[in-house]
Nanobody, 125 residues
């Protein structure tokens, strides 16, 4: 599966952005999906994950209550709605997919098998 993320940009603190990740080459019904971010000079950080049906979701504590992950399997797309953005949310955001049939939610970055290119988010104070 190939993943294409988009929707990044520059916003002021308190603003919102909607990231999208469109998959091709396979249906995302087969995958647990997640978002991971990496700020300049820092390591990758788990952000959120959603199970295959979209019913179960998980969030990193630092984004809980502000970010919302969702998926539209009919459109082969995963979303990350980001509200109340803070300067510390600035990073490249990556969508990722895990095709382990036993996995329900994947919160460990190393478990993801497929990665899209990043989309840059910059939040100014």
């Amino acid at each position: 599966v190939q993943l294409q993320a988009s929707g990044g940009g520059s916003v002021q603190a308190g603003g919102s952005l909607l990231l999208s990740c469109v998959a091709s080459g396979d249906t995302i019904n087969n995958y647990v999906m997640g978002w991971i971010r990496q700020a300049p000079g820092k390591g990758r950080e788990y952000v959120a994950a959603v199970d295959r049906s979209g019913d179960r979701k998980d969030y990193a504590d630092v984004v809980k209550g502000r970010f919302s992950i969702s998926r539209d399997n009919a459109k082969n797309t995963v979303y990350l709605q980001m509200d109340s953005l803070k300067p510390e949310d600035s990073a490249d955001y990556y969508c990722a997919a895990d095709n382990d049939y036993q996995a329900v939610l994947v919160t460990k970055i190393l478990m993801y098998d497929y990665w899209g290119q990043g989309t840059e988010v910059t939040v100014s104070s």
